[in-house]
């Protein structure tokens, strides 16, 4: 249902015809004899009517359109978006090897990313560099990625064309393939330059939300972000896919919601995909069709999980017909919520938490000076919000028919992902425990009904944290071993125990239980260890 309140984007591509280069461009173009057959992009009769779209999402909002770049930037009006993130061919797809998985393979992204010579490539940068200027608004800004084979040519056409440069960000793609030829160093980071249409643009930045999201320091401009993982390329894959991380940065820190976004080289539309989860209206340009398809998935899938989601904004009147004095209170299934955690696969948690205003961290003052701490429960607490239950019900969302769990994963030195961190269990009551035996104690009761969710640990500024794994865990559907063991330790725990004692730590192979928070607490509970985690989670195949 197209949702009347929000506007979705204007039909901007109705220039009578298209529009020439600026008189800077012209000027600066090589001449066209000069350049390989098929560069100088000629002024074709403007389409009688717009385009229709590739894709549309149902409200307009998020639209994709199969043209050339420039032949269609030509015809849009002018100051017409906010931003335009622009991740155009590098021109390094010319014959040279790279590493992947291990195997050594031709650098082959597509005949859009075959060079055309250093004036061809350079005219081609000028002409849309020149019309995307043409349609930005004043104080809109444009991200270009790039290596060495375009960044510099990139670069200078933006100061030719009048733009001023804001920032060269270097993008850290941890763990990068390594150089095969051993000639050079290992190629680790990409460009992304960030400039504002002119020197009079009072351009968007959003210093205070970047630096909340980097522990509370001034984010600077290196940014360490992992290539996009496997869950996000479930729908497909394209060989040049930008992190989801990467463009939720990006979109976040330079517009406003419901700002237009134009991505003109999209790809699988990883700009639209955030643009999406971050309520901006987006429009995306791509050549091939076959990269359109996987886009179109991902738009319709980020769309759909962007409207499933539980309405935290509820009037008082709405709530109080759903049977609350405020918030969302009716119970919801457990097969609910795992559909809807669900669909939140890959995400970053980080933005998600901007967009339920869930603090990452506490600012206190102390001394004069700001001090900042992380709220520790700040993942578990934007689960809780996203799902729509009220604050800190965790434990019993429909009369503790199953109860929410969250840890953090983290990728070992072996590449592989495991547990951080241990996970509570249930709070030890002594007495129960003493007198009930494994069948019917809390600690399976418990276990039988966790919905485990997992993020990925990136950094200590939780810069980002995309939701790594959903499980309903059941233990009693495990392979043989596993049910054994944990009633062992839960039996090994149980004789340790004397009535009236304080009891001490005691650690089996899949649970233990030690206090609660600080070491001489008297609170004690059951944790499952790092080992049992990660079974739960299906990491220990
Ligand atoms: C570097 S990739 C973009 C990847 C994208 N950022 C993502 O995350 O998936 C560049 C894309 O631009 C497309 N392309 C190249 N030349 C184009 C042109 N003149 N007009 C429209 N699309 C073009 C290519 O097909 C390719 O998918």
Redo the contacts with the bound molecule.
Sequence with gaps: MPDAALPAPPDLFDLPRAADPSPRAAALLAPVADLPPGLVHEARPGYADPPPPFYASPDGRLRLYQ????ELLRRMREESVDMIFA????FLSNGGVTCVGGRMVRVD??G?DKSQGIIGDHNFNLLWLDQCRRILRPDGTLWVTGTSHNIHSVGYGLQVLGYKILNDIAWYKVNPPPNLACRYFTHATETILWAAKSAKSRHTFHYPLMKEQNGGKQMQSLWNIMPPGKSEKRHGK?P???PEALLTRIVAASTNPDELVL?????????GVACARLGRRFIG????AE?LELAAKRLEEEYQSYHQQPRLDVTVAEATKIGGGGGITEPMEREDALKLLEAIKGSDLVELATRHGQRIFHEKELEGQIKRTLNKGWAGLTLEAYLGLPKNSRREPNGGSWELKQVSIRQQRSGIYAAKETMQITMLDQSHVIANPFESSHVLHKIGRFIVVARLYVDKAETSSPVAIVRAADISMQTAGIYQQVERDYELIRRTLKPGERPHTTTGELIQIRTKGQKDSSTYAFYATKHFVNILLGLNK
């Design positions: 043209a050339d770049a420039l991740d155009p061919p590098y992204k597509g859009w394209h040049t896919q930008k991505d003109p080289f999209c790809g699988s539309a990883t700009t340009i791509e050549r091939e990269h």
